[in-house]
């Protein structure tokens, strides 16, 4: 019955319970008359109850549900989660009852039907007692008590923990037993009659399984704190939970359902510094903005930031209509809530298509272009060298030349570690469009310095979570099909950010820039991607395959894909500097002139697909430096 009644949907239960509201004015009606004529039924002049006619008495009680009902939707009585009721329901239910019988008693001596002053009095009291008791009966109801209640560890000690852990006493299925404050120093702290534990604490109690599930409210300037007690409790079956949203708690509307997995990127995220607001605005605020790629996972990113930031204009350039409809929806939705509308235009193509940039460039006056177009997947791009060159290096010229020309102020490339001593296609693609904005720059600044306005800058750095071709949404997949999870090799190491931080510091990086800069984000500590499977194998709950626990999930060791490294690195040479922000530095690399990249991109122009990778890595190791092509042929296979 209980579990019916829960699922049943929200306005069936608001309906059940205006019906039984329904039913027990009535029957508080009929009672008063009982009371006040002393007997269950009785007959005077030919009327029932002391001489109200049924008709009568039917709209008397009709008249006590015009008052009653909409009253009660008013207070919102019927909006409240019934296990969830407290002294503030029944105070409403009273204050309801109260101005509905003095609008209810005025209609009916305004109708001067015969009705007994003593029954309009008793009424209320009645049917005040009887809606009360209807929500403790149905509060009780579905609290009935489970004995099997998990019991659960609460972080923190702040109020919205407090308030947490009174709204699960109230739950059916989970048990507070404590919190966890890593700033106490004493087990002998109380609040709100549960212990407050210290670290060391919940070490011993998950040895001993004194509790099954360790719960946050996640908050991003205690994830490093958080990371260390995870890592400390990985040894011992505990569920680790979050509850995604405080509002949640606030509304006291937490249930076990509305309890989350902790994900890798509550993990692997830093806390972050605050943002430079001046270097946010810088390049944004009141003005028109260009980002090309804006369907890709930074694209994106990027889109929703810079509407956040008050642009005058932006513009969107996509060459996935999938991607750039999804987008586009997004901002439209942004818009359709927010009190000022920000101008944005869709544009469906390729940074290589020319005709498109210059009608682009002619119904706008762009200040600022963040460049995110690119072929980035690296087994593909090995497949396809051709396509990567033409946009990642012919699309980035192209877009860096219009900007030019029309006096665009700031340009700022996405690029990547892979940049880095590239042993792949993608990687020395992204460096090549690296030193043609550094070629480009130099050529301004020594043959147009009066002319030119735009200073052009790149910003590289690692992985971002959850992004297009991540292995995090790939390792998530696999484990929700029960596995195996492929690593390609044990010693791989990436360095990790959130698609926020990233975008977050790749606008405050061109706000820093002064033309030809070289920007490196500071990605905090490489992690082991194999650490990094075991982590999301366990933190969904599974255990990981071994010969003494063959109902694990399997993790699989592939060998490095064609093109891969075992780790990535964010500078060529050793020449970097600091930056007036913590996470932003800037490198001093080296350079070829504008004529040397204006040869090699004649040479990509006469290219066919026809071209052999081959060819293409020897017209790449030509003009990269450090460029060293991995292949099938020195790719070390790890089995397990």
């Keep these: 019955m209980r579990d019916f009644l829960l699922q049943l949907p929200r306005p069936i239960k608001k309906l059940i319970l205006m019906m039984n509201d329904s039913l027990f004015l009535l029957l508080g009606l009929y009672l008063a008359l009982v009371l006040r004529n002393e007997s269950f039924f009785s007959v005077t002049d030919g009327y029932p109850l002391t001489g109200l006619s049924f008709n009568h008495f039917l709209d008397v009680y009709f008249y006590l549900l015009l008052c009653v009902i909409p009253i009660f939707i008013y207070f919102e009585l019927y909006n409240s989660v019934i296990r969830y009721i407290n002294v503030e329901t029944y105070k409403k239910i009273i204050y309801g009852i109260a101005i509905a019988s003095i609008v209810w008693i005025t209609i009916i001596r305004f109708q001067e039907y015969a009705m007994p002053r003593s029954v309009l009095i008793i009424t209320p009291i009645i049917s005040t007692i009887f809606l009360a008791a209807i929500r403790i009966m149905a509060v009780n109801l579905l609290r009935t008590v489970n004995l099997i209640r998990k019991k659960v560890l609460i972080h923190g000690v702040d109020e919205y923990a407090i308030q947490l852990a009174e709204t699960l006493k109230i739950?059916?299925?989970?048990?507070?037993?404590?919190?966890?404050?890593?700033?106490?120093?004493?087990?002998?702290?109380?609040?709100?009659?549960?212990?407050?534990?210290?670290?060391?604490?919940?070490?011993?109690?998950?040895?001993?399984?004194?509790?099954?599930?360790?719960?946050?409210?996640?908050?991003?300037?205690?994830?490093?704190?958080?990371?260390?007690?995870?890592?400390?409790?990985?040894?011992?079956?505990?569920?680790?939970?979050?509850?995604?949203?405080?509002?949640m708690i606030v509304n006291g509307k937490v249930t076990a359902n509305d309890l989350k997995q902790i994900d890798i990127n509550d993990l692997l995220g830093r806390d972050m510094i605050a943002p430079d607001s001046f270097l946010l605005q810088s390049c944004i605020t009141g003005k028109q903005?260009?980002?090309?790629?804006?369907?890709?996972?930074?694209?994106?990113?990027?889109?929703?930031?810079?509407?956040?930031?008050?642009?005058?204009?932006?513009?969107?350039?996509?060459?996935?209509?999938?991607?750039?409809?999804?987008?586009?929806q997004e901002l439209s939705n942004i818009n359709a809530t927010n009190d000022v509308e920000i101008p944005y235009e869709a544009y469906l193509g390729s940074v290589t298509d020319e005709k498109l940039l210059n009608t682009i460039y002619s119904k706008n006056k762009i200040n600022t272009v963040y460049h995110a177009a690119a072929?980035?997947?690296?087994?593909?791009?090995?497949?396809?060298?051709?396509?990567?060159?033409?946009?990642?290096?012919?699309?980035?010229?192209?877009?860096?030349?219009?900007?030019?020309?029309?006096?665009?102020?700031?340009?700022?490339?996405?690029?990547?570690?892979?940049?880095?001593?590239?042993?792949?296609?993608?990687?020395?693609?992204?460096?090549?469009a690296e030193m043609v904005l550094q070629a480009l720059q130099d050529e301004v600044n020594n043959k147009k310095r009066n002319e030119a306005v735009t200073k052009f800058s790149m910003v590289r750095f690692g992985n971002v979570l959850d992004t297009s071709g991540s292995v995090v949404p790939l390792f998530r997949k696999q484990i929700s099909n029960g596995g195996p999870v492929t690593v390609?090799?044990?010693?791989?190491?990436?360095?990790?950010?959130?698609?926020?931080?990233?975008?977050?510091?790749?606008?405050?990086?061109?706000?820093?820039?002064?033309?030809?800069?070289?920007?490196?984000?500071?990605?905090?500590?490489?992690?082991?991607?194999?650490?990094?499977?075991?982590?999301?194998?366990?933190?969904?709950?599974?255990?990981?395959?071994?010969?003494?626990?063959?109902?694990?999930?399997?993790?699989?060791?592939?060998?490095?894909?064609?093109?891969?490294?075992?780790?990535?690195?964010?500078?060529?040479?050793?020449?970097?500097?600091?930056?007036?922000?913590?996470?932003?530095?800037?490198?001093?690399?080296?350079?070829?002139?504008?004529?040397?990249?204006?040869?090699?991109?004649?040479?990509?122009?006469?290219?066919?697909?026809?071209?052999?990778?081959?060819?293409?890595?020897?017209?790449?190791?030509?003009?990269?430096?450090?460029?060293?092509?991995s292949n099938k042929n020195n790719i070390i296979n790890i089995n397990k």
Excluded: W
């Design 289 to 328: 903005i260009l980002v090309t790629g804006a369907g890709g996972s930074i694209g994106s990113e990027l889109c929703r930031q810079i509407f956040n930031l008050s642009p005058k204009k932006l513009i969107l350039l996509e060459q996935s209509e999938y991607f750039l409809y999804e987008i586009d």
């Design 488 to 629: 390609t090799d044990k010693r791989i190491i990436r360095y990790f950010m959130t698609i926020s931080e990233a975008t977050e510091l790749v606008i405050q990086a061109g706000s820093l820039s002064k033309g030809g800069d070289v920007f490196l984000l500071d990605m905090g500590e490489p992690i082991s991607i194999y650490e990094l499977a075991k982590k999301m194998i366990k933190l969904s709950g599974n255990q990981i395959k071994t010969d003494n626990n063959q109902d694990g999930i399997e993790i699989l060791f592939t060998g490095l894909r064609p093109g891969e490294k075992l780790y990535e690195e964010l500078l060529i040479g050793s020449n970097v500097n600091e930056t007036s922000h913590e996470y932003i530095m800037t490198a001093n690399e080296e350079k070829i002139s504008y004529s040397e990249i204006l040869s090699f991109i004649d040479k990509i122009s006469n290219l066919s697909y026809k071209s052999s990778l081959s060819d293409i890595q020897k017209m790449l190791n030509d003009i990269v430096k450090g460029y060293k092509p």
């Design 375 to 432: 072929h980035k997947h690296v087994p593909l791009v090995e497949s396809n060298p051709l396509l990567a060159l033409e946009t990642n290096v012919l699309g980035t010229h192209l877009v860096a030349k219009k900007s030019l020309e029309n006096k665009t102020e700031n340009f700022v490339l996405i690029s990547s570690d892979k940049a880095v001593r590239p042993t792949n296609v993608m990687g020395a693609s992204k460096r090549v």
């Design 171 to 247: 739950d059916n299925d989970l048990i507070p037993i404590g919190f966890i404050s890593h700033k106490s120093k004493s087990d002998k702290i109380r609040i709100s009659e549960l212990p407050v534990y210290t670290e060391d604490d919940v070490l011993a109690l998950a040895a001993n399984k004194k509790f099954e599930i360790l719960l946050f409210v996640m908050k991003a300037d205690e994830s490093v704190y958080i990371r260390k007690l995870l890592n400390n409790l990985e040894q011992y079956d505990i569920m680790i939970k979050k509850l995604p949203n405080i509002s």
